[in-house]
């Protein structure tokens, strides 16, 4: 019988343990944070895809594009780097939105000002009157929203259109959206994201006008991708490739920002999705995915054998702040802890910390922020001390690529003793009188 009992508290007690992994093991499920199950974001990057051209029409290519696009399981835009149309008119755009109205359901369709979307300079204006450049242009803005560019937030990245056209057709890029690209690109960095810049015409194009102040702000900014169409065919070693511009400067500042930090951004150039236009008689797309861990994957696909022809895999930017308390005295108490409200601009927990949340420190010692994607803004305040201690001023810096310190100085002076304090008050009282 005792055997019995002892058999049974030995079983009992196997149940409570397994129960009790169970449990911790539910527990830490639901605790890991939900950011480490975020769901990707896809982008089919498209380019030249010539609606409406005369001697072999690309409504088929561009229709089989956008079924390719919508078997992505989390698409989220379809993005057109220029020459969307052929010569600009109505009823070539009139396809386009017809064509995503009919295929897209949730996706949204970004695209770029080309010089064919406004009738290539006015090339066919001779043998067709109708097609000028100020209609082009009219009918481009229809589909996008009555304005040239645009800006488009998503989850993991922020997608930015740039690029314009004169009265005459040539392709310009102004000083308001060079202004423009700046603030749209401060946002992005600021919320952590990466950033989708499409522009018909490749970044190293000797065409660009004011091309020398678009890379010194593309080059100022971290995490950047930038989208282009225009040749038609890409080598494999240029489709996506670093691009390191000899420009190094901005003609903008920005809060925290170090000015000799300079970034490379990644260049994507996409191959004609037109066969026809392609050259080969061979359409092309792209497909950009986006982690929530910053890990970026691109894909040239030929869309003729639906086939994946090469992949290319990197990372989001990311580096590592580290606060640091500083007592500006050698003696001072080592136990004492001082309070510390950090703010990360991208309104994320990093360190265990939530942004806008406190967190203390012992007098001397340094906590560590890591994985904070570049150009996120870090402010740190001090909120409370000890008696004895000075208040540090506040800090403020934007992550970069590498490492920074932020150094929060505060004195310490012992605060005098009750009885020195009753002293002084007596002394001060007795000299009064």
């Known amino acids: ?26 527990a830490l499920f639901f605790a890991t944070p939900s950011q480490a ?30 079924n390719w696009a919508i078997k992505f399981d989390n698409l989220k835009a379809v993005c057109v780097a220029g020459d969307l149309t052929d010569r600009g008119a109505s009823d070539s755009y009139d396809e386009w939105e017809s ?46 929203g009555g304005s040239t560019t645009s800006f488009t937030q998503f989850e993991t990245a922020n997608v930015i259109t740039v690029g314009g056209v004169r009265a005459n057709g040539y392709r310009i890029i102004t000083k ?34 004011m091309r020398s ?14 989208v282009s169409g225009h040749k038609h065919q890409y080598s494999s070693s240029k489709q996506c490739q670093v691009a390191k511009p000899d420009c190094t400067t901005t003609p903008f500042k920005r809060v925290g920002f170090s000015r000799d930090t300079k970034y490379s951004f ?11 236009r392609a050259g080969n008689g061979i359409s092309y797309a792209d497909s950009l995915t986006i982690k929530e ?10 869309l003729t054998k639906n086939l994946v022809e090469k992949k290319w895999v990197f990372e989001q930017a990311k580096s590592t702040v580290a606060v640091k308390s500083v007592p500006a005295s050698k003696r001072y108490p080592r136990k004492n802890l001082l309070e510390y409200r950090i703010t990360f601009s991208d309104g994320k927990a990093y360190g265990g910390v939530n942004s806008g949340e406190t967190f203390l420190l012992k007098a001397g010692r340094t906590k560590k922020f890591s994985n904070i994607p570049a150009g996120v803004l870090v402010t740190v305040k001090q909120v409370s001390a000890p008696k004895g201690w000075s ?31 009753r002293l002084r008050a007596t002394s001060a009282s007795g000299a009064s009188i």
Request: charge should be positive; glycine fraction near 6%.
């Open 213 to 226: 102040k678009l890379m010194g702000i593309l080059r100022s900014y971290p995490n950047v991708i930038y």
């Open 1 to 26: 019988m005792e055997f019995e009992a002892v058999t049974r508290f030995a079983r009992t007690l196997r149940c409570y343990a397994l129960a009790a992994i169970t449990v911790c093991a539910v």
């Open 391 to 421: 208040k540090a001023k506040s800090v403020r810096v934007e992550v970069g690529k590498k490492a920074r310190t932020l150094t929060m100085k505060a004195k310490y002076k012992k605060p005098a003793s009750s009885s020195s304090r």
């Open 37 to 66: 199950f975020a769901t990707p974001e896809d982008f089919a990057l498209l380019a030249d895809t010539h609606l409406g051209q005369p001697y072999k029409p690309s409504y088929k290519e561009t229709e089989h594009a956008l």
């Open 293 to 302: 861990n910053g890990q970026i994957t691109v894909q040239k696909w030929n």
């Open 99 to 144: 064509l995503c109205s009919s295929i897209l359901d949730g996706p949204v369709h970004i695209q770029a000002l080309g010089d064919h979307d406004t009738g290539k300079n006015g090339e066919y204006l001779r043998h067709f009157p109708e097609l000028t450049v100020a209609r082009g242009y009219a009918n481009f803005l229809k589909v996008n």
């Open 176 to 209: 308001e959206m060079l202004e423009q690209l700046n603030s749209r690109l401060q946002v992005t960095a600021r919320e952590g994201k990466m950033a989708i810049v499409v522009c018909h015409y490749p970044y190293d194009n000797s065409a660009l006008n």
């Open 266 to 276: 990644r260049s994507i150039g996409v191959n004609a999705c037109s066969a026809y």
